[in-house]
T-cell receptor
Framework: GQQLNQSPQSMFIQEGEDVSMNCTSS?????WLWYKQDPGEGPVLLIA?????ELTSNGRLTAQFGITRKDSFLNISASIPSDVGIYFC???????????FGTGTRLQVTL | DTAVSQTPKYLVTQMGNDKSIKCEQN?????MYWYKQDSKKFLKIMFS???????INETVPNRFSPKSPDKAHLNLHINSLELGDSAVYFC?????????????FGDGTRLSIL
């Protein structure tokens, strides 16, 4: 089946720094989603992307749907301690298809 | 005002027992899902129901049996629990439509098998 590889696997950054992470696949996706999971909770939707090239922001978060439709990127600007968590990309390859999740990027923010 | 709620949040039981996890959503969605998250945090879909009908059934052992009494509820019954069943199980829901709609997740049920 499809696999979504996220990088980096984990990152330690200082408060105030900007963060970039990406998600790549060998298959074409027609929808990309970015979720954040805090400890002890379920994934929460951050951003949804529906068109190749689309760039969408949600506060300090910006995500892009890659032109090749095989990748997506998430940036967080001016990180704060509550940004700590695991960030997952997820995608659909067609309508009414299964949602495939990435391997996750674990973000730690130090003061 | 919880959107997707699962019970129980924690479940500790012995190998060989049978247990159920319940899920309810008040978002008016017509599709519900069960996911399994392993110790490495990898999320994998198990089942999906649309308007009470099973539409996705991954290669899950038949000890796992989902039941959807109505479109707002999707329960998961597990027979003869095994050590490898220890994981976090997440329920999710979405509105099926022309475009792929994001799924909304519950807070998970942490299942530990002794």
């Amino acid at each position: 089946g499809q696999q979504l590889n996220q990088s980096p696997q984990s990152m330690f950054i200082q408060e105030g720094e900007d963060v970039s992470m990406n998600c790549t696949s060998s298959s074409i996706f027609n929808t990309w989603l970015w979720y954040k999971q805090d400890p002890g909770e379920g994934p929460v939707l951050l951003i949804a992307l529906y068109k190749a090239g689309e760039l969408t922001s949600n506060g300090r978060l910006t995500a892009q749907f890659g032109i090749t439709r095989k990748d997506s990127f998430l940036n967080i600007s001016a990180s704060i301690p509550s940004d700590v968590g695991i960030y997952f990309c997820a995608g659909f390859t067609g309508t009414a298809s299964k949602l495939t999740f990435g391997t996750g990027t674990r973000l730690q923010v130090t003061l | 005002d919880t959107a997707v709620s699962q019970t129980p949040k924690y479940l500790v039981t012995q190998m060989g027992n049978d247990k159920s996890i319940k899920c309810e959503q008040n978002l008016g969605h017509d599709t519900m899902y069960w996911y399994k998250q392993d110790s490495k945090k990898f999320l994998k879909i198990m089942f999906s129901y649309n308007n009470k009908e099973l539409i996705i059934n991954e290669t899950v052992p038949n000890r796992f049996s989902p039941k959807s009494p109505d479109k707002a509820h999707l329960n998961l019954h597990i027979n003869s629990l095994e050590l490898g069943d220890s994981a976090v199980y997440f329920c999710a829901s979405s509105q099926q439509g022309q475009n792929n709609q994001p799924q909304h997740f519950g807070d998970g049920t942490r299942l530990s098998i002794l």
